[in-house]
């Protein structure tokens, strides 16, 4: 890919960032298939354990952290999100990768929360943990009974009772709670139900030791379990936690989920890019190998224009990626939220269509566990959900571009 005029240091970090990749990470994806199946699938994997020290190492290490969060230098080079941009497409290429370099969701979010909203109490407990990657974190906000899509529409009830903060309530998708050194979550809940729409919620820490959680059942995606992180239906029932576990402050939830959300959504689509170069390097060097009706696939016309849609369409979606990242650098977060929304929309709808050309090209081989495809296919449908659904992302680029060209959507 072309890096364009992105810093020095970026150029340097992606090169020892792929020969990271070439070296430790493709030879090893049987190896961590293997690791995961055998004995308890929810346990650790070793690979893991013993590729991170390598990654620290040669300073390939909470990569994400912006400038803002971390501004002695002290955990990570402090990236910009559009020097980060061509990193995470890297690491994205396989998708256990990202933990290597301590740059996996749900904890990348979960960080900058902390970073940003943390008191220096919580930062001490959970934040430093984090980047030392010592330990693991979840991310509460999805509810089962309830259109989640709608932050506003969460019922669990975060209530204060003296010194602590009792909690009710249910949820799903809570990820990373499969893994067994995950040690907090941040949960998002009502704590005043008569307040203005978006002053109701508040987000707070509840460490997954606490009495009263539980749970209950994982999760599979499309019959993918994503063991050992895992994606957990839980239970919170009469959680006691310390009032100085609430973030920011009460009826501030939904102010921290708007700014946890955007860096998100970006290092997602990032992700997604990267796993449609790796669908694509796939396809060619099958098209290459594989014969048939007497010439190689890449000899058929229709391969070769699966081919080229799917140069072009990537190439549109990481132009359009890197916009939003240079703006969200430049103009902040709410300002650049329909370029946010616009690639959230358009790198998992390009990933799926790459991945599908690839999965035909490849025949049967292409659904089975021969390849990634299938997996790969799984978690671009996936993340047209995650962090909210299409719709919700086009009806923020309409909004956006009416109010651009002076179109009022108050009636008369």
């Known amino acids: 890919m072309t890096l364009f005029d992105v810093s020095p240091r970026t150029r340097d970090l992606h090169g020892r960032l792929t020969a990271f990749m070439d070296e430790h990470i493709y030879p090893n994806e049987a190896e961590f298939h293997r690791q995961v199946n055998e004995g308890n699938r929810w346990a650790h994997v070793q690979l893991i354990d013993d590729l991170k020290p390598k990654a620290r190492a040669e300073g390939l290490w909470n990569l994400f952290l912006p400038p803002a969060s971390d501004p002695q230098g002290e955990f990570g080079p402090g990236l910009s999100n559009l ?24 904890d990348t979010g979960n960080m900058e929360v902390l970073a940003r909203y943390g008191t220096p109490e919580q930062q001490a407990q959970w934040l430093r943990p984090l980047l030392e990657g010592e330990i693991r974190s979840a991310f509460s906000m999805t509810e089962p009974d309830v259109a989640s899509s709608d932050a506003t529409n969460i019922q669990s009830s975060i209530v204060r009772d003296g010194d602590e903060y009792v909690i009710n309530g249910a949820k799903w998708w809570t990820s990373g709670a499969g893994d067994p050194r995950c040690r907090i979550s941040i949960f998002m809940g009502k704590t005043d139900p008569l307040a203005e729409r978006h002053l109701q919620q508040s987000m707070i820490l509840v460490p997954m030791d606490t009495p009263g959680v539980t749970t209950e059942r994982m999760l ?23 009032a100085s576990n609430m973030l920011l402050g009460e009826g501030r939830g939904f102010e921290i989920a ?93 990933a799926l269509r790459v991945i599908d050309r690839a999965i035909q090209v490849f025949g049967g081989a292409g659904v089975s566990q021969d390849t990634p495809l299938a997996m790969m296919y799984a978690q671009a449908r996936t993340l047209r959900l995650a962090d909210g659904p299409d719709i919700v992302h086009t009806e923020t680029v309409a909004k956006e571009e009416l109010r651009r060209q002076g179109v009022s959507l108050r009636r008369p």
């Not at 020097?83 to 256990?96: D, H, I, K, S």
């Open 220 to 242: 599979t995606v499309f019959g993918y379990d994503d063991a050992p992180h895992g994606h957990a239906q839980m239970g919170f029932e009469d959680v006691r936690v310390p």
């Open 258 to 350: 708007q700014g946890r959300l955007g860096p998100g959504r970006i290092h997602h689509c990032m992700r997604l890019i990267g796993q449609a170069e790796r669908a694509l390097d796939l396809m060619v060097e099958r098209a290459s190998q594989r014969v048939a009706f007497g010439k190689p696939l890449a000899a058929h016309q229709h391969v070769r224009e699966a081919i080229a849609q799917s140069r072009m369409e990537i190439d549109q979606a990481r132009l359009l990626t890197m916009q939003a990242a240079h703006m969200m650098d430049t103009v902040g977060n709410k300002a650049a939220r329909g370029q946010i929304a616009a690639i959230k929309v358009v790198a998992p709808n390009v």
């Open 83 to 106: 020097e980060y941009a061509p990193l995470c497409e890297v690491m994205g290429r396989v998708w256990w990768a990202p933990e290597i370099f301590n740059c996996n969701a749900p």
